[in-house]
């Protein structure tokens, strides 16, 4: 996979299981790139779509943030980013010969796992 994929996975993940929340401040482009060791327009690439799909906003002059909550996003928006992530992940479990069984399977753990972090991050604040 694409190291600016997994940087885009991770910052979901993050967000999904609220290490980071609405209106942390991320990293500057310079920062994340030097912190991982990649080039800063692979950093620059991640913070566009990820500003695209309105999981990130960049106030000029003060940084790039957590964009507001998803559920400002409309309904049809989230069930087409998910799409895209599901078609990646069947892509992946076709090449990598895992059954559409044994996808649905880790789906159900790694959701209910994360709902889980997310749950209990929430309460703790």
């Known amino acids: ?12 993940y993050q967000i999904a299981t ?3 929340k609405e209106g942390d401040q991320v990293p500057s482009v310079r920062q994340l790139a ?7 327009n692979t950093i620059l690439k991640v913070y566009n779509q990820l500003c695209t799909e309105k ?13 507001a909550s998803r ?10 980013i998910v799409a895209k992530l599901l078609r990646d992940a069947a892509v992946q479990a076709i090449h ?7 996808m649905k ?3 159900e753990k790694e959701y209910e796992a994360i709902k889980l972090l997310w749950k209990q991050e929430r309460s703790e604040r």
């Open 71 to 80: 559920q400002s996003i409309p309904v049809a928006e989230r069930k087409k």
């Open 18 to 20: 609220g290490a980071l």
């Open 55 to 67: 999981v990130l906003r960049v106030e000029r002059g003060s940084g790039t943030f957590v964009a």
């Open 96 to 102: 990598l010969d895992v059954s559409i069984e044994q």
């Open 1 to 12: 996979m694409p190291i600016y994929r997994q940087i885009i996975d991770q910052i979901r």
């Open 34 to 40: 030097d912190k991982l060791a990649v080039n800063q």
């Open 105 to 107: 399977e880790q789906l």
